[in-house]
């Protein structure tokens, strides 16, 4: 390199120069290297294919801490787990992340148990014309309660509890399922094999309530014990004891057993053993 002033040559020393002209050099490989090199991918890309099913609610935790934990948009899990805003969630609620064949039906049940049924349709019956009457009778009403048939099934059903019934279920009482007495501390035994899908206290009428999804369209719920012996996620088989007794979300000590096929509610007693 050559620099001019005054019409007089400047010339670099060796050194300086060779030193130049080799820190020009370097600084071309490294250009053209960078445009070569490939562009990097976000992990957050492909985060989302190692989330799990479901994920237990730790303490600390936040639905959108979670979901960007594993690259998923925290509408989509709320929406798979029917939150609401402000998106509250609970420690040990389990939450499902990935969406699969039987999500409905978790949804529907979850749900259903959070929110009251269906109000009892009412339908009018005539009374027949030629009744030999000068009085005109008004219309009977009757009221009726939805109906689910049972479903033919493998299944083989225990009953969920050794104590005795002191509720039947009775839709027009506001009852959805079957109410056992004990104590606090008595035994609650899966009704039939299949895996548990909630384990927590998130819908607080129901106190500490155990979800099990059974093949078939069928799910059972355990509400109100003192103590859950199962997690999200875990396989249970008919008899296995899940849960104790206790009054959880309410003011005595009970289990309420419910039955929901294909997300509707049924009478328990339709499908247990009768000894």
């Known amino acids: 390199m050559l620099l001019v002033r005054s019409q007089h040559v400047l010339k670099m020393p060796k050194v300086w120069t060779k030193t130049v002209l080799l820190s020009v050099a370097m600084t071309s490989t490294l250009v053209i290297t960078g445009c070569a090199s490939k562009p990097q991918i ?13 994920y237990t609610v730790r ?6 801490g979670i979901a960007g934990r594993y690259g998923l948009s925290y ?12 998106y509250r969630i609970y420690v040990n609620q389990s939450l499902r992340l990935k969406k699969s064949g039987n999500t409905n039906n978790y949804r529907s049940t979850t749900k259903a148990l ?3 049924e269906a109000p009892i349709q009412r339908q009018t019956i005539n009374l ?38 002191i509720e039947n279920y009775n839709l027009a009482n506001n009852v959805k399922g ?6 606090l501390g008595d035994p609650i035994f899966a009704a039939a094999d299949g895996q548990v899908v909630y384990a927590a206290d998130g819908l607080k009428e129901y106190g500490n309530l155990v979800l099990i999804k ?10 109100h014990s003192s103590k859950m012996l199962v997690k999200s996620g875990d396989n249970v088989t008919a008899g296995q004891k899940i849960a104790e007794f206790g009054s ?27 000894n």
């Open 42 to 54: 976000s992990s957050n890309m492909t985060r989302h294919t190692n989330a799990p099913e479901f």
């Open 59 to 64: 303490s600390g935790d936040t639905l959108s």
């Open 75 to 86: 509408i989509g899990v709320a929406e798979m787990n029917d939150i609401s805003a402000p």
């Open 114 to 116: 959070a929110t009251s």
């Open 128 to 165: 027949p014309t030629n009744q030999p009457s000068t009085t005109v009778k008004a219309p009977v009403v009757v009221a009726t309660t939805p109906v689910t048939a049972v479903k033919s099934t493998s299944l083989r059903w225990v009953k969920p509890s050794n104590g005795s019934i």
């Open 178 to 183: 079957t109410r056992f007495g004990g104590n």
């Open 214 to 223: 059974h093949i078939d369209g069928y799910i059972t719920a355990y509400a």
């Open 248 to 274: 959880t979300g309410t003011n005595r000590t009970m289990l309420e057993f419910q039955v929901r096929l294909d997300g509707k509610p049924i009478n328990p007693i339709n499908i247990l053993p009768t």
